[in-house]
């Protein structure tokens, strides 16, 4: 499909991961985006291969789900091993149980989430423009003109807001002269896509082997017998070489310490790992996201959760400035909330990272002696496991220091700026079990009052709704039950007490208090967030 020059509200520039999440999430709220790439199509290599719990309540959010859970595995734990010997065993089953609808880490190659973020663009009739490669951006206070190179023609194409979602050499960053900080690792690694024939390998267990000579790392795929094989390569040999991974293949053997058998090789790479970061996530009428705005080693599996969820972030702010429905302040707030998050996972990773790679003498004592037994001990513990599960996980990600947040309750343990926590809700109307986060499925707040009302406050609480924000806020009501305690321990209710909260559309809570209040419910919304009265979503 051939792109001409036209007006838009957003344009998004690169369709990876984060740019189709970004997309998706557009549409949802009834926007039709222009989303371009300068390659000829989705990309058929596995790359990303993690899918944490927290894109997954994302996915739950949008419909999409169940194609996920059924085309993909669970990674059942994690071995490590010390010169082919196994120093540690740790299960990671139902490790964030009751935490989330998702407690475990899911095995989803990008390239899946690629095509089923795609398929969800094809059902709601927005094209993406292959081979349209970006050149140039003039901004203005009110918009942005680009230059488009789409075959042998340049378009000129002006939008409200430019999306970069371009990747890691982000035209957009690099035009908009945002500094790109950080650095490179020393060590040229390896990537391999391959089927083997090692029974030995268990198929379910993420495998890591580190010795003197390197670390390599094994993570089962979906696939019978497939996996996922990353490392460093020693250092005598040449970057520049045309490398093929039977010549890799002898330093995986002595890492390992076994004899790794190739039955088909998929795909095989070479490539440098840096860790950098924006200075800013946005310019005037541009934001960056994804690995155009940070990137980092693959520990943990974050890279493209962390993407896919600045896409989220951004999307409903965004959506709701484009619609008239939020004052443009709003958008500041996506930087103040997502750069700190980038930051930590920056340096957490890089941690992380460099004690695995380091040869020192006495980093290789502790991982030989020390390690083996603090994993252990560690795993020993569930507050740590927990603690373990909400950072990898991402659900532990918190924005309860942004300024669209309001926390007036007494509550210590779930504050405003937290994730909405996920509790199974019994319906006493309908007689079945649901869950809070069920009740965000819609685009939009949730409002949701906990504690017993009488009749014509509802009634009251419903008028208001209907008349200031009519299709802007789904609303829900829990009355203390038997049943239901559960919900009013975790936000510590005490009986005859209430609790009123606002759930951002990327559910977040964005507002809590101890009394249900009009006035004060009006003021948040209105002066915290910048919601306009009288409209809808």
Known sequence: ????????????????????????????????????????????????????????????????????????????????????????????????????????????????????????????CCPVYWETTLLNIKQTAKQAEVQLQTGQETVTLTCDWLIGADGAHSTVRKQMQIPFNGDTYPHEFYLADVELDNPGLSGSMVELYLSKSGFAGFFPMPEKNCYRIIGNLPAAYDPKDDLHME??????????????????????????????????????????????????????????????????????KLAGVVNNQLHEPILDSYSAERMPVAKTLLNTTDKIFKIILSQNWLTGLFKRWVMPGLLKFVWSKAFLREFFFKTVSQIGISYRDSKINLHLSHTTKIKAGDRLPYIVVFDEKKQEETDLHEWCSKPGFTFIVLGNLKEIDLFTLAKWLSQNYPATINFFYLPLSAKNKAVFDAFEIKEGQKKAL?????????????????????????????????TAF
């Not at 998929?266 to 705005?293: K, S």
């Not at 208090?513 to 419910?521: C, S």
Request: some cysteine.
């Open 247 to 316: 010549e890799v293949l002898p330093d995986i053997n002595l890492v390992t310490g076994m004899t790794i058998k190739v039955v088909h090789n998929n795909w095989f790479t070479t490539y440098r790992l840096h860790h950098r970061m924006a200075d800013n996530f946005r310019l005037q009428r541009c934001f960056l996201v994804g690995d155009a705005a940070h990137i980092h080693s693959p520990v943990g599996g974050q890279g493209m959760n962390t993407g896919l969820q600045d896409a989220y972030n951004l999307a409903w």
């Open 502 to 534: 606002i759930v951002r559309p990327d559910m977040h809570i964005g507002f809590m208090n101890d009394v249900v209040d009009i006035d004060m419910m009006d003021n948040y919304l209105q002066n915290v967030v910048g919601l306009k009265k009288e």
């Open 1 to 124: 499909m051939q792109l001409t020059a036209q007006h838009t509200k957003v344009l998004i520039a690169g369709a990876g991961p984060s740019g189709l999440m970004m997309a998706a999430q557009l549409l949802r709220y009834g926007i039709q985006p222009v989303i371009i790439d300068s390659k000829q199509g989705p990309t058929t290599q596995s790359k990303a291969l993690a899918v944490q719990a927290r894109s997954l309540e994302i996915y739950r959010q949008m419909g999409v789900i169940d194609t996920i859970i059924n085309g993909g595995k669970e990674a059942e734990g994690v071995i490590f091993n010390e010169d082919g010997k196994k120093m540690a065993s740790l299960s990671l089953s139902d490790i964030g149980k009751g935490q989330t609808l998702f407690p475990f880490i899911h095995l989803y190659q990008q390239s899946k989430n690629e095509r089923l973020l795609l398929d969800f663009l094809t059902q709601n």
